[in-house]
């Protein structure tokens, strides 16, 4: 007799499956990423990552809030503020090309991360549930262009 429910025993688990990337995937399938995820601790105003830095992971906010900044401008610069259950630095699964933003703590946080070394084992391994991924993946930049490109000021106006 279990006295645990499943998302007790894997509390992570529930916050994956809320996040789109992941959304498709069977408790299984995402039992197996949850597996590849490494959990990483920032202080406030620790940088995650520089702006021009080879981005190499996919973060997700487990808890606290992370501010995306031009490097070395936090508050000038602020291009977003991000809380729990989001995600940041997906294309650095993609490809190895340099961060475009700076990624720093804006208070204390833990950080569920996914190496892109990790994503490419897992192509080669599990390459069904890395391709669910990867669609999912093309719908959130799509997503994302979708919204850069009818925001207000943007050049489509």
Known sequence: MFLFSRQEEFPRLKQLRALSLFSTLSPRELKTVDALLHQRSFIKDEVIFDQG?????????????????????????????LGPGRLFGELALLDNSPRVAQARAAENCTLAVLFRADFLGLLQTHALIASKISLQLARHIG???????????SQSE
Do not use: F, M
Not at 145 to 152: D, H, S
């Open 53 to 81: 830095e080879e981005g190499q992971a996919l973060y997700i906010i487990e808890s606290g809030l992370v501010l995306i900044c031009r490097q070395g401008q936090p508050a000038a610069g602020r291009i977003a503020e």
């Open 143 to 153: 997503q994302r262009l979708r919204e850069t490109i009818t925001a207000p000021g």
